[in-house]
């Protein structure tokens, strides 16, 4: 069950949420003003609308020797976890739930899964092999040989042993062990390296290495020139021929995509426009039919291209079509701006008794405009 997200015409809208900093900043704001007894309820609809985020991170894990149902049971631990622990002021809720939950299934593999990877049958006959024994050592006064719990298990010898041999695998020496011999208190872990603190931080920098691949070269050497060789935008500026505020623009698309890849099990579609098309400004076409009328637009809406827009929604409102649709598919980014302007246009057609619908908006733009209240106009 999802958190219903009230729109301003009363309905409520329940739709799955990649980030969830939204939807949690509407939960903390219903939780601390609710009564006691309504509490456990918008708990219940929140954990509900956080369990997709849950299960991709536990699938994330599969194929390590533990059952996937166990690590999604984990998962939903740490989940409930950090939504009792979240304070709204400490900054995003998606991020600190995506910490707490890998933490939970790690200490999970850590305290109860097997530290080496073991076959699953033979697994299955370590444990076979450990009640026999149990069960031979109370019948009998002695310790049972490797070939009596063979003959009662109805396996061979070889296949005993190497099941006692995988048990080291679940519970191998500790690190803290003494070193036998030694004159002084000298244990296991003084003779290895010390704990590389950027260990846990391999599976993602794998992760991230693979999807910057699938970037455009443009937004790969702008990362790399502002991460890596620590340049200011200004200067990546300089060094493609456009603005800063394109570059960061551009930037911040390429974040917010790898954000949503790492995320996510499958990777999303990059919908950024080409250099060529990007630097080009706003096209704007129209086509009108059955009394409805498509203004179709592709580049970037910004305080650059506002002028235009704003000048083709007036046309379009003052032809008083039924329906005023506008696909917003090829558009990459909206800035204030822009943002604006679609608000005064909506103004204009409700004014005006035409009702107007934005289609096809990308990830990104969907975002910016539910934070700026137009997500009623999808």
């Not at 799955?16 to 939780?31: G, H, I, K, S, T």
């Not at 369990?51 to 390590?64: D, H, K, S």
């Not at 690190?175 to 036998?180: H, I, R, T």
């Not at 400004?281 to 580049?299: A, E, Q």
């Amino acid at each position: 069950m999802l958190l219903p997200m009230p729109d301003d015409r009363g309905s409520a809208v329940a739709e799955p949420l990649e980030d969830l900093d939204a939807v949690a900043a509407v939960y903390a704001d219903r939780y601390f003003s609710a009564p006691d007894g309504d509490r456990a309820a918008l708990r219940d609809a929140f954990v509900g609308a956080c369990l997709p985020m849950a299960g991709r991170l536990a699938r994330r894990f599969r194929g390590r020797g533990e059952p996937l149902d166990d690590l999604e049971q984990v998962a939903r631990l740490g989940l409930i976890k950090a939504i009792v622990r979240f304070e709204p002021d400490r900054g995003s809720f998606t991020a600190y739930a995506v910490v707490t939950i890998r933490g939970e299934i790690k200490r999970h593999f850590r305290d109860r899964a097997w530290a080496m990877h073991v076959p699953r049958h033979v697994k299955d006959l370590h444990l076979a092999v450990r009640r026999t024994t149990e069960e031979l050592t109370a019948e009998r006064p002695h310790t049972p040989t490797i070939t009596e719990i063979a003959e009662r298990l109805g396996v061979n010898e070889d296949e005993v042993a190497d099941a006692m041999v995988s048990g080291g695998g679940y519970s191998p020496m500790s690190l803290n062990s003494p070193v036998n011999g030694s004159e002084q208190t000298i244990e296991l872990g003084d003779l290895l390296g010390g704990t590389d603190p950027a260990l846990e931080l391999v599976d993602d920098r794998v992760t991230v290495a693979g999807l910057l691949q699938r970037l455009p070269a443009r937004e790969r050497q702008m990362l790399a020139m502002r991460f890596q060789g620590n340049q200011s935008q200004s200067e990546i500026a300089a060094t493609f021929g456009i603005s800063q505020m394109q570059v960061s623009r551009l930037l911040a698309r390429a974040l917010a995509w790898l954000r949503e890849a790492m995320l996510s099990d499958e990777v999303p579609r990059w919908t950024g426009a080409s250099a060529a098309h990007e630097l080009a400004g706003l096209d704007i076409t129209s086509r009108g039919t059955n009394g409805v009328l498509t203004l179709r637009c592709r580049g970037e809406i910004d305080r650059d291209s506002a002028r235009r827009l704003r000048a083709a929604l007036r046309q379009a409102v003052a032809a008083r079509p039924q329906q005023l649709t506008v696909d917003l598919s090829g558009v990459a980014l909206v800035d204030a701006a822009g943002v604006a302007v679609l608000h005064d246009g909506v103004t204009a057609a409700e004014r005006a008794g035409v009702r107007m619908r934005l289609a096809g908006v990308q990830p990104y733009v969907r975002h910016i405009l539910d934070v700026s209240g137009l997500g009623t106009s999808f």
